[in-house]
């Protein structure tokens, strides 16, 4: 059979179980998700030189790391090339692009320092969603920003969340597209703190401060994300999951976000979305694959990937919830990490967009579980490949592995030649 016989053949076995597959594809190219920047060069952005710092790092040393905003855009496209359905931009306040012989630290950047990026995205018609960066910087004081109890270091990052409120709002009306500013740090301790309230006021404090900057709540749609712990601030972070949720529940306006390499190894981010859903109208989600912990590994279309994407979509939340991928690998091809990453997290949605969600509630409100095991388990071996090469073969993309053929011939025309 040809690739049209055979999606013909899929799609008849998925209306039998009750499953319309066209609508389902038509859907899934109108879901925005917004693709990270920082896969491309190791989060290591335009503003400064060094290491990265304050709780981040990347591993790996694979050739071709894009090394100015050229660059870097230019593997995006190559990369946006293989990748089906409709997409955003995700930047990190790092990534400004200055002229030469400009520079203007974090508290003092301006919509203009993020110019080109937005030429970028209007170009491929895409919104942008936003990240102040409080790492990677010589203001972070004692692994401080935020919540440091020195008050011109927590008075200059929140000078660069206000400064960043701005950039964001500037975003949204330039491209049309609401802007998601998300605020992550990774303040904390390394051992055993002695005050842990003293912190998390501190941080609270600050991020009011920022969100006291006038935006119309409209265009920009704040986050605070949590973190449970990083390399050096293993015993304690000031944003925990309980500040995070509790944050956003007493400020309105404000979402929270969670990340699912953001928790304990036995806890899983597909069970919390419904327990937020209750509560919140909107949430955000960065999407990761955590091994262990906070690894930020590329997505993959393994068992939790797949059932968040089965918890947004059978709770009808695709307009309530805003999806953005967040890792960053260092030890293989850039482009290949995010052309996996992303068309993984596409792969979860449609198959969600193709499961009898209404059947399978109604086997379990109805207590016939015993059905409803062997209902899923019957899922799992559908001919969804054929369902998801119809999508590539519609959105123009190819379906086999020749993506990965031009990406291998990219790396070797354009990545190993940079210096």
Same mark, same amino acid.
Request: charged fraction near 30%.
């Given at each position: 059979?040809?690739?049209?016989?055979?999606?013909?053949?899929?799609?008849?076995?998925?209306?039998?179980?009750?499953?319309?597959?066209?609508?389902?594809?038509?859907?899934?190219?109108?879901?925005?998700?917004?693709?990270?920047?920082?896969?491309?060069?190791?989060?290591?952005?335009?503003?400064?030189?060094?290491?990265?710092?304050?709780?981040?790092?990347?591993?790996?040393?694979?050739?071709?790391?894009?090394?100015?905003?050229?660059?870097?855009?230019?593997?995006?496209?190559?990369?946006?090339?293989?990748?089906?359905?409709?997409?955003?931009?995700?930047?990190?306040?790092?990534?400004?692009?200055?002229?030469?012989?400009?520079?203007?630290?974090?508290?003092?950047?301006?919509?203009?320092?993020?110019?080109?990026?937005?030429?970028?995205?209007?170009?491929?018609?895409?919104?942008?969603?936003?990240?102040?960066?409080?790492?990677?910087?010589?203001?972070?004081?004692?692994?401080?920003? $935020?919540?440091? =109890?020195?008050? %011109?270091?927590?008075? #200059?990052? !929140?000078?660069?969340?206000?400064?960043?409120?701005?950039? *964001?709002?500037?975003?949204?009306?330039?491209?049309?597209?609401?802007?998601?500013?998300?605020?992550?740090?990774?303040?904390?301790?390394?051992?055993?703190?002695?005050?842990?309230?003293?912190?998390?006021?501190?941080?609270?404090?600050?991020?009011?401060?920022?969100?006291?900057?006038?935006?119309?709540?409209? $265009?920009?749609? =704040?986050?605070? %994300?949590?973190?449970? #712990?990083? !390399?050096?601030?293993?015993?304690?972070?000031?944003?925990? *999951?309980?500040?995070?949720?509790?944050?956003?529940?007493?400020?309105?306006?404000?979402?929270?976000?969670?990340?699912?390499?953001?928790?304990?190894?036995?806890?899983?981010?597909?069970?919390?979305?419904?327990?937020?859903?209750?509560?919140?109208?909107?949430?955000?989600?960065?999407?990761?694959?955590?091994?262990?912990?906070?690894?930020?590994?590329?997505?993959?279309?393994?068992?939790?990937?797949?059932?968040?994407?089965?918890?947004?979509?059978?709770?009808?939340?695709?307009?309530?919830?805003?999806?953005?991928?967040?890792?960053?690998?260092?030890?293989?091809?850039?482009?290949?990490?995010?052309?996996?990453?992303?068309?993984?997290?596409?792969?979860?949605?449609?198959?969600?967009?193709?499961?009898?969600?209404?059947?399978?509630?109604?086997?379990?409100?109805?207590?016939?579980?015993?059905?409803?095991?062997?209902?899923?388990?019957?899922?799992?071996?559908?001919?969804?490949?054929?369902?998801?090469?119809?999508?590539?073969?519609?959105?123009?993309?190819?379906?086999?592995?020749?993506?990965?053929?031009?990406?291998?011939?990219?790396?070797?025309?354009?990545?190993?030649?940079?210096?």
């Amino acid at each position: 059979m040809n690739q049209a016989e055979r999606y013909e053949w899929a799609r008849e076995k998925y209306g039998a179980m009750g499953v319309d597959t066209d609508p389902a594809i038509s859907r899934l190219k109108e879901i925005p998700v917004s693709l990270h920047c920082w896969q491309g060069d190791d989060v290591t952005g335009f503003d400064h030189d060094g290491p990265l710092t304050g709780g981040i790092q990347t591993t790996g040393n694979y050739p071709g790391r894009a090394k100015n905003p050229e660059e870097l855009m230019q593997d995006m496209d190559k990369a946006m090339s293989f990748m089906p359905g409709r997409k955003k931009l995700n930047l990190h306040a790092s990534y400004a692009v200055f002229e030469d012989g400009e520079l203007a630290d974090r508290d003092r950047l301006e919509p203009k320092h993020f110019a080109k990026w937005v030429e970028f995205a209007r170009e491929r018609k895409m919104g942008i969603d936003f990240n102040p960066t409080f790492f990677s910087h010589d203001k972070v004081k004692d692994g401080l920003t $935020l919540s440091s =109890p020195d008050e %011109e270091t927590r008075k #200059f990052w !929140i000078a660069h969340g206000k400064a960043c409120i701005r950039i *964001s709002q500037y975003f949204a009306q330039e491209t049309g597209v609401p802007c998601v500013m998300n605020i992550w740090t990774g303040d904390g301790y390394k051992d055993i703190p002695a005050d842990r309230l003293g912190p998390r006021m501190r941080y609270r404090d600050s991020i009011e401060q920022i969100l006291s900057e006038p935006f119309d709540k409209k $265009l920009v749609k =704040p986050c605070v %994300e949590s973190k449970v #712990f990083g !390399i050096g601030v293993e015993s304690y972070t000031a944003g925990s *999951s309980e500040f995070a949720l509790s944050f956003a529940a007493f400020h309105e306006g404000c979402l929270p976000l969670m990340d699912n390499g953001h928790y304990h190894p036995t806890e899983f981010v597909s069970d919390k979305i419904s327990a937020l859903l209750c509560f919140y109208p909107e949430i955000a989600l960065h999407i990761t694959r955590p091994v262990r912990w906070d690894s930020d590994h590329v997505v993959l279309f393994d068992d939790e990937t797949r059932e968040m994407a089965k918890e947004i979509v059978r709770n009808d939340a695709l307009k309530r919830v805003h999806m953005a991928l967040d890792y960053f690998d260092a030890g293989i091809n850039r482009i290949s990490a995010w052309v996996v990453g992303f068309n993984s997290w596409q792969k979860a949605l449609l198959n969600a967009l193709c499961t009898p969600n209404q059947m399978l509630k109604e086997l379990q409100d109805n207590n016939e579980m015993t059905r409803l095991m062997v209902m899923q388990e019957e899922m799992k071996t559908m001919p969804f490949g054929d369902i998801w090469a119809e999508y590539l073969h519609q959105c123009g993309i190819s379906s086999d592995r020749k993506w990965f053929d031009e990406i291998m011939e990219y790396e070797k025309e354009v990545l190993l030649k940079r210096r």
